[in-house]
Nanobody, 123 residues
């Protein structure tokens, strides 16, 4: 059974760095043809994709957030981490981690999600 679980502080001050970790169980994050994404949903808005780290550790970020985003992993703990720097209240959102499968080999789409974690940026 694949499970993803987000963890991290629920409150971050403006200008600080938001750091969230996704702990994965039931599958290795190095399993081929899967990417591991961070996605967020601000209040009253739709889902916004932030970026991903792939099975070999490559990363790709949303152009609108690229300058402030870093995603890295710890394969020994089967975790991947999002860091978003210089946060503002506009970064307040529910943050999700999710698994994406290659459409040819894994059927495509996001098939497993964490439950989401609320992060509020406020002084």
């Amino acid at each position: 059974q694949v499970q993803l679980r987000e963890s991290g502080p629920g409150l971050v001050k403006p200008s600080q760095t938001l750091s969230l970790t996704c702990t994965v169980s039931g599958v290795s994050i190095t399993t081929t043809f899967y990417d591991w994404s961070w996605i967020r949903q601000p209040p009253g808005k739709g889902l916004e994709w932030i970026g991903y780290i792939g099975d070999i550790g490559s990363t790709y970020y949303s152009p609108s957030l690229k300058s402030r985003t870093s995603i890295f992993r710890d394969t020994s703990k089967n975790q991947f981490t999002l860091q978003l720097s210089s946060v503002t209240p506009e970064d307040t959102a529910v943050y999700y981690c999710a698994r994406w499968g290659d459409p040819v080999v894994r059927g495509g789409g996001y098939d497993y999600w964490g439950q989401g974690t609320q992060v509020t940026v406020s002084s």
